[in-house]
């Protein structure tokens, strides 16, 4: 009998394979993947926001499905992940489009689908958020995140999940990420304290930075 | 997608890049009276360019999409070579898939957009190079305008394979000496504007980009009559200053000389008595809004 | 090396802008695929390929069809043009060649449209450039690849050596065996194809003539009822219609840079697409009676293995030797692509003799499951006709007779 292949944070192999040519199946509505092994959607709930507030840099990466205001449901989605952000709390650096950026791309402030690990080692993150990113471009920074980096990966996904990230959900929607953002808080109030390092968000004008950390 | 559709979630919009705050507080989608001379004073749709420097295909880039009119609802597609070097800073879709296959895309393309949008404009381009266009893709080329397929169809003519260093083209003045001509070219240069015009095209241009102006009235008036009545062609003179010798300070006088009198790229345009009418009456029409948009300003 | 799905999931999953019971094209209604697959009352229908073709696309709720002839595919081609004349389709018109077809088929994917062609041949082979960009550019768009033979010499014959070429383009590729596969799997084939975690072009084969220019009985649903239509927001790269963000989006880009992390990217996506492939098992499933495979007796030692029309062959081959005596079980292919790795294994387990019957010269599919089962010394990669040969049923015979060590009269030949 073959080992069950796990999602785990790497550095995994100098071209890691994608999990699902490993025999990782994608949840089914309801459900949700912890490394690779399908669980109940609550499961899930517990053991991510168990793992944002473990870890020093907890960080969410929105992307341009809910960085752009192109519906109604994508400013809820986004003010939500502005909640979890606050509630963790955790950075936020935005996957603003999928363009090639090497080298020009500052990993301080941003993040790339085609060189993701960049920022993750620049700002020496350890677990992270994927949501609002298309899901072609999201598998290809998980696995190269999972390729170069110790960072845990977690996707929130409005489609059918990702098993390329250590963790995924599927079928996100405003209302979900609330609960993730609730999971937290309850955690918090049961004494799971946040381990993460002190930090101030930046903030970004049309100029550049106008403060916060970098 | 609306002019207001083109927003950043207030919730997140300040950790958003300053190129994408300025796009959006500045650009100028939904301006239908928008041309090249916002370049300067609104956000450009071009982000950057991997082009050497002085390249005259960077500053027809800039020029051409300064002047489409409807960049909100446009879709490019382009093909493999110079050109897809610079799509991907540009702030509108587009679509790069193989080589010289660029208006067989863009013939479902546009088909797919007006079966999906019935009741909307929504402008296709394609932006391609000279081997793209004239050489492996002439078939597709030609057969779009036999189809009366409604996109306008852009040439960037450098007279030559650029990107691949330099390789004798359809488009390549005879007897020009290059990689694959080593004892010169034996042809003269395809006269496809006349093809084009031949072929089913309403509207076609060959201008230099060495004059903003004619190039934004060129985009304007192929986009409009493409809308109306079906393909139309504009070839620009994008010389490779690398490719023939030049410096980067040397693209313009390059381009003027060749459009002085005499000149292979003196500006021509083809078309019907019905189009050059409709034209005019459009011309008036925007010429009558800006009128009155200036009025109202002031 | 798939692990074997199981079926958690016997339902196709939609999108969530589907209205069942909405107006479909011309008198159709919008059905739950579920329901139309499985419940729905079907009635015979006395068909020939082209036509079977025809009615799935009906009820397909298709956007465009682009056309261009070529032998075996052009009437159900040009049957699509009936359709598109009726109002059953929104786009249909015939390109200049396979390769432009192809390009004008992504065209229309890129801009958020369902479509579907057909090719065969030396047209499968022009076009083939394409085939691995739809599926880079993750285009689900259907291709009924109708096989033929392969130029030269010309042969407009059955030959399905061109399936060898399509197999590593990064596409969906399932081999009908009748008619009725042929509907069946059209229709089904968008739902898999379309499914936001697949969304991959699919190559559906069937054999030309055996299928296409024959007449067979197919079950067709009798309500007037068509599929949802597809929804382009759901798709995993960003449909090219400046109507989704990000609108600063080149597809697809140039990733290839000169530094290890960008060859990664494009090593990374390649593996995406491959992913996708596997993703589609448990769609797939659903829509093919719970398995890639199909499987007869597999108690038996000798086995016969094959897709396509060479199985028909081989069930009537095992008709005539159990007369004589001699058990032989069968498996029967259905998708190529994904392969099914496991399900094969297992059904293969107890053989120890395996015949894989083809219409190509190369013998693919024997090296295909040559490479996936131990002890594959068992595999006999015959028996093989091709350039437009039958096979007839006494061939298959006469191979495993021969393989059995018994002694067998020739078939003469009949060139």
Request: charged share 25%; proline share 6%.
């Amino acid at each position: 009998m073959e080992e069950q292949y796990q999602v785990l944070p790497g550095p995994e192999a100098f071209l890691p394979p994608a999990a699902a040519s490993q025999g990782i199946v994608l949840p089914d509505p309801g459900q949700a993947h912890i490394e690779g092994r399908l669980v109940d959607e609550e499961e899930a709930y517990e053991y991510a926001a168990r793992k944002l507030l473990g870890g020093k840099v907890p960080t969410i990466f929105p992307g341009p499905l809910v960085l752009w205001k192109w519906n109604e449901k994508a400013a809820k989605k986004a003010s939500a992940i502005r909640r979890l952000a606050n509630a963790l709390p955790a950075r936020l650096i935005p996957m603003a489009d999928y363009r090639p950026k090497y080298p020009k791309i500052d990993p301080a402030v941003e993040i790339n689908p085609n060189h993701p690990n960049l920022t993750i080692w620049h700002n020496k993150i350890d677990v992270c958020i994927f949501v609002g990113v298309h899901c072609h471009q999201a598998n290809l920074a998980l696995k190269i995140i999972r390729g170069g980096t110790d960072c845990y990966t977690i996707a929130m996904c409005a489609q059918a999940g990702h098993e390329d990230a250590c963790l995924s959900f599927r079928d996100i929607s405003p209302e979900t990420i609330d609960k993730l953002a609730a999971t937290v808080e309850r955690l918090k109030k049961e004494g799971v304290e946040s381990q993460a390092i002190p930090f101030e968000q930046f903030v970004m004008s049309r100029e550049g930075v106008v403060k916060g950390d970098v | 997608m609306s002019k207001e559709k083109i927003a950043l979630c207030e919730d997140l919009a300040d950790v958003m890049p300053p190129e994408y705050q300025e796009l959006v507080a500045t650009a100028t989608f939904g301006n239908q009276d928008r041309g090249w001379k916002d370049i300067g004073s609104s956000k450009e749709l071009i982000e950057q360019h991997s082009l050497c420097a002085g390249c005259p295909e960077s500053i027809a880039f800039r020029f051409i999409m300064s002047s489409i009119p409807n960049p909100e609802d446009s879709v490019f597609v382009g093909s493999t070579g110079c050109t897809s070097l610079v799509f991907p800073q540009v702030g509108i879709h587009n679509i790069h898939s193989l080589f010289g296959n660029q208006n067989a895309i863009a013939s479902g393309l546009q088909r797919a957009l007006a079966v999906r949008f019935p009741d909307r404009v929504k402008d296709v381009y394609v932006l391609a190079g000279d081997g793209a266009t004239v050489d492996i893709g002439l078939d597709m080329t030609m057969q779009s305008w036999f189809r009366q397929e409604k996109f306008t169809t852009i040439c960037f003519d450098n007279e030559l394979y650029a990107n691949t260093g330099g390789q004798e083209s359809g488009l390549m003045q005879k007897g020009f000496v290059a990689k694959m001509a080593p004892v010169g070219k034996k042809f003269e240069k395809v006269k496809l504007p006349e093809i084009a015009f031949e072929s089913g095209c309403h509207y076609v241009a060959i201008l230099t980009v060495s004059k903003p102006n004619r190039v934004e009235q060129a985009i304007r008036r192929a986009t409009y009559v493409a809308r109306e009545f079906g393909p139309t062609y504009i070839q620009l003179y994008t010389p490779c200053i690398l490719e023939i010798g030049k410096q980067s300070m040397e693209g313009l006088d390059e381009m003027k000389d060749s459009e002085s009198i005499g000149g292979r790229f003196v500006m021509r345009e083809l078309m019907t008595d019905e189009v050059k009418a409709f034209i005019k009456e459009k011309e008036a029409e925007d010429k009558a809004r800006r009128k009155q948009a200036k009025a109202v300003t002031a | 090396m798939n692990k074997k799905v199981d079926g958690q999931n016997s339902r196709i999953l939609l999108s969530e802008k589907v209205k069942v019971g909405s107006k479909g094209p011309v008198n159709l209604t919008v059905a739950d695929p579920n329901e139309m697959f499985f419940e729905a009352k079907r009635k015979p229908a006395f068909l020939t390929g082209s036509e079977v073709i025809k009615e799935a696309i009906r009820r397909a709720n298709l956007d465009m069809s682009v056309a261009y002839p070529i032998t075996p595919q052009s009437e159900a081609a040009a049957l699509i043009g009936e359709l598109f004349s009726e109002g059953y389709l929104k786009e249909y018109f015939r390109g200049e060649s396979e390769f432009a077809v192809m390009g004008q088929c992504a065209g229309a994917a890129f801009g958020g449209a369902r479509v579907f062609t057909t090719t065969a041949g030396p047209g499968t082979l022009r076009a083939m450039e394409n085939f691995p960009m739809w599926a880079g550019s993750r285009l689900p768009i259907q291709v009924c690849v109708t096989c033929r033979g392969i130029n030269s010499p010309l042969s407009i014959q059955p030959d399905t050596l061109e399936l060898y070429y399509m197999l590593e383009t990064g596409a969906l590729v399932w081999h009908a065996e009748t008619a009725q596969d042929l509907y069946d799997w059209i229709l089904g084939g968008f739902m898999v194809a379309e499914q936001p975690d697949v969304h991959l072009p699919l190559a559906l084969a069937c054999d030309g003539f055996f299928v296409t220019h024959t007449k067979d009985n197919v079950m067709i649903q009798e309500d007037e009822i068509c599929l949802p239509e597809y929804d382009p927001y759901r798709s995993p790269v960003p449909c090219m219609d400046m109507e989704v963000p990000p609108i600063r989006m080149m597809r697809d880009p140039f990733v290839m840079k000169s530094n290890y992390i960008s060859y990664m990217t494009h090593a990374s996506w390649q593996q995406e697409v491959r992913a996708a492939i596997d993703r589609s098992r448990k769609h797939t499933k659903v829509i093919m009676g719970g398995s890639l495979i199909e499987t007869e007796n597999l108690d038996r030692e000798i086995l016969l293995v094959s897709s396509g029309t060479a199985v028909s062959q081989g069930r009537e081959a095992i008709r005539l030797l159990e007369e004589e005596g001699i058990k032989v079980g069968l498996v029967k292919i259905k998708s190529l692509r994904p392969f099914p790795f496991e399900e094969l294994r297992e059904a293969t387990a107890n053989a120890k003799t395996i015949f894989v019957p083809e219409f190509n010269v190369a013998g693919w599919l024997a090296r295909e499951i040559k490479a996936c089962i131990p002890d594959n010394q068992r595999v006999i990669a015959g028996p093989h006709v091709a350039g437009g040969m039958t096979m007839p049923s006494e061939v298959i015979v006469m191979e495993i007779k021969k393989g059995l060590g018994m002694k067998v009269e020739a078939l003469s030949g009949r060139g």
